[in-house]
């Protein structure tokens, strides 16, 4: 989880950074005293565990056979495969994060805005969160259509990532 005043981490400033860059993308101006929308984010890392099965494939056992058909008869009656289907258990662990911006309306008091980010984070990730956090906060805006002032779309520079994101109305 993000932190809270008086204490500001790394993670939380660049969060603060790469939505303030966003927002100013879209021609909003930060302010602290009285401003029209409040800004809200939340990014959790959670480690997570998820058990299933699958199939194993097929396995042919041979069968043989003597005496023919059903016993009758003598000799060699041959032999005939059959197969198997088995299940593995398959156990998968990995760490998900999770970003959440809502933009809220002061005046109203209600959330006006909210996308979400959701992603397995990979050990490569971890090791530079700031990148990170700009993908994320990138692709949860990718999604915000409007621009301050107007309720047209805007057309805002497509990051390097091809992340998705989901909204909220």
Same mark, same amino acid.
Do not use: C
């Given at each position: *989880? +993000?932190?809270?005043? %008086?204490?500001?981490?790394?993670? +939380?400033?660049?969060?603060? /950074? ?16 009285? %401003? ?10 959670? /480690? ?23 016993? *009758? ?8 495969? =059959?197969? !198997?289907?088995?299940? &593995?258990? $398959? @156990? ?7 970003? +959440? @911006? &809502?933009?809220? /309306?002061?005046?109203?008091?209600? #959330? $006006?805005?909210?996308? $979400? !980010?959701? *992603? *397995? ?6 090791? =530079? ?10 692709? @949860?805006?990718?999604?915000? %259509?409007?621009?301050?002032?107007? =309720?047209?779309?805007?057309?805002? %520079? #497509?990051? #390097? #990532? ?8």
């Amino acid at each position: *989880r +993000t932190d809270s005043e %008086p204490y500001s981490s790394l993670d +939380t400033q660049h969060l603060k /950074d790469a939505i303030g860059r966003r927002m100013q993308q879209r021609d909003y101006v930060y302010r602290e005293e009285m %401003p029209d929308l409040l800004v809200n984010f939340d990014f959790v890392l959670e /480690d997570r565990t998820e058990v299933g099965t699958v199939p194993a494939g097929p396995v042919f056992m041979p069968y043989f056979f003597y005496g023919g058909w059903g016993g *009758r008869g003598g000799g060699f009656g041959g032999f005939y495969y =059959n197969t !198997w289907m088995g299940y &593995d258990t $398959v @156990v998968d662990q990995y760490t998900r994060g999770t970003l +959440t @911006v &809502d933009l809220i /309306d002061r005046r109203a008091q209600k #959330s $006006v805005w909210q996308g $979400v !980010w959701i *992603r *397995r984070i990979e050990e490569e990730a971890r090791k =530079n969160p700031a990148a990170t956090i700009e993908t994320a906060v990138g692709a @949860v805006f990718a999604r915000y %259509p409007y621009r301050a002032g107007s =309720n047209l779309p805007v057309a805002v %520079p #497509s990051s #390097s #990532s091809q992340e998705k994101a989901v909204e909220r109305k």
